[in-house]
């Protein structure tokens, strides 16, 4: 669901090159109709769409208690946007413009993660996130976090097992505005890791700094 029809149109040419079957909607109104009554493996869903903006429709899917996967499209840097999104239900986001194949990556990433991996409470380990109450745990002991920490693990936990470059992080946990200094990821995972890590030494270390690629959370497969 898309606001652009010659991006729209675009996005499903190119998926359909991939050997997706692509149904396209231009408002809100429509793409909730599909959604709601068809079965996808996966919604792309444009946050600002005439009639029904892409909150709204993320929201009553969910309450209708469809689950299917949604990777939401803005053309928003602002964190709070990105928020929105993902606490009406949606499992990712991507903002515009993007390179098709880092489209093309989100789509087979959450194509292929276990349904238990969407939602509301995401979990490594004994690590738990609940992206609507923002509480934390670590063997059900409770982990007080800053915003940007959450945000940084919630990132992470939405992408367990895949390494992610430091640019990843930066594009996804700060705003598109935002002046970052080549350490600041370095900063917070170290940030994450005094709290996550450290006070659990009797368990094996989550958050992993995999040399010259990047950090991940969990085994990696």
Known sequence: ME????????????????LFAVDVAYDGV???????????????????????DGVSICKRL???????PILMLTAKGQ?????DGLNAGADDYLVKPFAFAELLARIKALT??????????????DLSLNTLTFEVTRAGIAIDLSRKEFSLLEYLLRNEGRILTKDQIIGH?????????P??????????????DKPFKSKPSLIQTVRGFGYRIGSGT
């Open 183 to 196: 350490n600041t990821v370095e900063v917070y995972i170290g940030y994450l890791r005094n709290k996550i």
């Open 79 to 83: 964190l709070n946007d990105k928020v």
């Open 173 to 181: 946990v700060w705003d598109y505005e935002a002046d970052i200094l």
């Open 62 to 68: 969910r309450q209708c208690d469809i689950h299917t």
């Open 3 to 18: 606001d652009e029809h010659k991006v729209a149109n675009s996005i499903k040419k190119g998926l359909g090159q991939e």
């Open 112 to 125: 292929r993660r276990p349904k238990k991996a969407l939602g509301s409470i995401l979990t490594a380990e």
């Open 30 to 52: 429509d793409g909730f109709h599909l959604a709601s009554t068809e079965e996808y493996d996966l919604i792309l869903l444009d946050l600002m769409l005439p009639k029904m």
